[in-house]
């Protein structure tokens, strides 16, 4: 994680936002590579979303709606997670990351009798893969702080929302290592809060977009009025969403401005809910893969029946293996006819499909892939990021980092150089081919340094194919150059038309 941090930075992929102010915690800057990589994520995402589909339109609502969409949504209640504020250090962590384990020990020459298992502390540890093995380690160094004999019974890690009244002044902060001073977990509510308009009071209070969902089941009345979509088809959105997370990390992964690429998929309530969330489920892991990022590192979380909110039918996530752990990449929901059904209320307005073949009117439910931009994008990344070797200019083998992109979302597609700068006949082909390439793709143009240094910065940026003007360019017939790609570090002669096709190919 951190050699590919540094590599952001270093390339102009992401930086800290307001980096001279010292930066703001939880927002970033994509940089020039940065930017052009996510374009592609959320081209690609929309092409093949939108598009190439037949049932799908696009939407872009506002980022602030009315205040009472947030109402309807249930938002305003319940979008909260569990604060807890150590009162010492003045840290805060989301109750459900922060674990916690009894340290339970048996008395030696006792007969096994749990009645005689004591409770010699708690020990504490923020969320990781190793949550358990950490906490089972903290135990075992406060039974030889405790000088406590006896055996040390397995720990069993609870997060904090578990944890009972009488155990808040036990459990340690993670801060200081000391218990006494966490409180209790409280509701917080993560919408960031303005004022639209001259006053501000509580009468003007509207909030920054928590998710895109919502314009489109606001929308759904204008987009059936004025389309002809029939059931079922959906409405995509791609948009920034802003969430006051308390806990902001693992660089873009969790943000507080972030950026969403969701689809609402409306179904007849008869229709078999469980095979289009099924189909939806496979889509959404078929086009990570077709974006190259690898089965293996994709997994999927079925959310226990228990733990989905009243109105979801069924909730799976896919899971991507980042350095930092498994986590959510993208949430694929059944969310019933809840949110319409919602806004019907809230708002009075009917949010009916008229069904031609029943000749009635209905109000759909929903299928709902939701998935973050930055959290693709970070995933693509780290599936991308590499260190080999490759040969220097004296043919010896040297370290080199390249990130193999997929074509079609790698920020530049070709870099065109000229052998030596200053030969005006090579330096003149090279720019007459790059003005021509530039109209189509996002090209780059380097003549800085030698070649092996070039392919390297090449590499670096993600850009799948190099081509060299060189003096067989300008002096033997057929006007060819050398291409050279990336992964494999082939190189082979070819001439314009020939990369043109192969640019069609592999990026359409
Ligand atoms: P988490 O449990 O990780 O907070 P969530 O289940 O609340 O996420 P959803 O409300 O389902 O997330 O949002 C849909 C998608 O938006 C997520 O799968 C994720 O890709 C993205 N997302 C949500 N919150 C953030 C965030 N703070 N930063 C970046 N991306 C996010």
């Not at 590599?7 to 915690?25: A, Q, V």
């Not at 086009?287 to 909730?315: D, Q």
């Amino acid at each position: 994680m951190d050699a590919l941090v540094s590599l952001c930075k270093r390339r102009g992929f992401i930086y800290p936002s307001s980096e001279i102010y010292g930066g703001l915690n939880g927002f970033f800057d994509y940089g020039p590579l940065g930017a052009e990589l996510k374009r592609n994520i959320r081209n690609a995402w929309w092409q093949d979303m939108v598009h190439r589909r037949d049932d799908i339109v696009g939407l872009e609502s506002s980022i602030i709606m009315h205040p009472k969409v947030w109402e309807a949504s249930g938002h305003v209640a319940g979008f909260t997670d569990p604060l807890v504020d150590c009162k010492v250090s003045k840290q805060r962590y989301r109750a459900d990351q922060l674990f916690f384990a009894a340290v339970t020990v048996e008395p030696e020459n006792s007969a096994s009798d749990s009645s005689e298992k004591q409770i010699i502390g708690y020990v504490s540890a923020l969320e990781s893969e190793r949550t358990t093995e950490e906490l089972q380690e903290k135990a075992e160094t406060l039974k030889r702080k405790k000088a406590v004999r006896g055996k040390l019974e397995p720990v069993v890690a609870r997060d904090f929302t578990e944890a009972k009244p009488e155990e808040y002044a036990l459990i340690p902060s993670p801060a200081t290592g000391e218990p006494g001073s966490l409180t209790p977990p409280r509701a917080f509510n993560m919408m960031f809060e303005t004022n639209v308009g001259a006053m501000r009071d509580a009468s003007s209070i509207a909030y920054l977009r928590p998710e895109t969902a919502q314009g489109m089941f606001v929308d759904f009345k204008n987009v059936i009025d004025t389309t002809r979509v029939k059931l079922p088809f959906g409405i995509a959105q791609i948009g920034k969403s802003f969430r006051n997370e308390i806990t902001p990390r693992n660089f873009i992964f969790r943000s507080r401005e972030f950026e969403q690429m969701e689809m609402e998929y409306f179904i007849h309530p008869d229709a078999d809910w469980l095979a289009c969330h099924e189909a939806w489920l496979k889509w959404c892991q078929d086009w990570l893969k077709s974006i190259g990022l690898p089965e293996s590192s994709l997994s999927l979380y079925e959310h226990p029946k228990e733990k989905l909110a009243f109105y979801s039918r069924r909730t799976v996530d896919i899971m991507f293996n980042y350095p930092f752990g498994v986590q959510e990449l993208w949430g694929i929901a059944a969310r019933s006819d809840y949110d319409l059904q919602q806004h019907q209320k809230f708002s009075g307005v009917p949010q009916v499909y008229f069904d031609e073949a029943a000749k009635a009117r209905i109000v759909p439910h929903v299928i709902e892939p939701a998935v973050g931009v930055d959290r693709i994008l970070l995933a693509v990344l780290c599936a991308a990021y590499a260190e080999d070797e490759a040969p220097d200019e004296k043919g010896k083998l040297e370290k080199r980092t390249v990130l193999r992109l997929h074509p079609r979302l790698a920020p530049c597609k070709v870099a065109v150089l000229p052998l030596l700068k200053n030969k005006e006949a090579l330096a003149g082909r090279a720019r007459a081919l790059h003005a021509k390439l530039q109209r189509r793709y996002a090209v780059a143009y380097d003549d800085g340094g030698n070649i092996g240094k070039r392919y390297r910065r090449q590499d670096e940026a993600g850009t799948p194919w190099c081509v060299t003007i060189d003096f067989d360019t300008i002096e033997k017939p057929g006007d060819t150059f050398t291409l050279r790609e990336r992964d494999s570090m082939k190189q082979e002669r070819i001439d314009e038309k020939a990369l043109f096709a192969l640019l069609d190919e592999k990026l359409n």
